[in-house]
């Protein structure tokens, strides 16, 4: 790695255990859920015509409603 660089990942030591079966699930199941509820804000902001504001490149980039990415037909929240 280059002088001054950090690494994006972090790398968990080698005694580190693995996550047992039961954390693997709970963490899909977290995943799941946080995925559905920003599915349902998305739809929110586009449907009252709230424009909403993300992370790109290093600076706040706001997007307008109509370009907020939702299936017209479902109502879907496309990633």
Sequence with gaps: MAKGKSSA???PPPSAKKPSK???DKK???E???REAVGQALRRH???GNPVVVWRDG????????EIPVDPKTGEFLE
């Design 28 to 30: 899909k199941s977290i």
């Design 46 to 48: 586009k449907l009252l």
């Design 32 to 34: 799941k859920d946080l």
């Design 59 to 66: 600076k706040a980039v706001e997007i307008p409603p109509e």
């Design 9 to 11: 990942v972090a790398t």
């Design 22 to 24: 039961a954390q693997l």
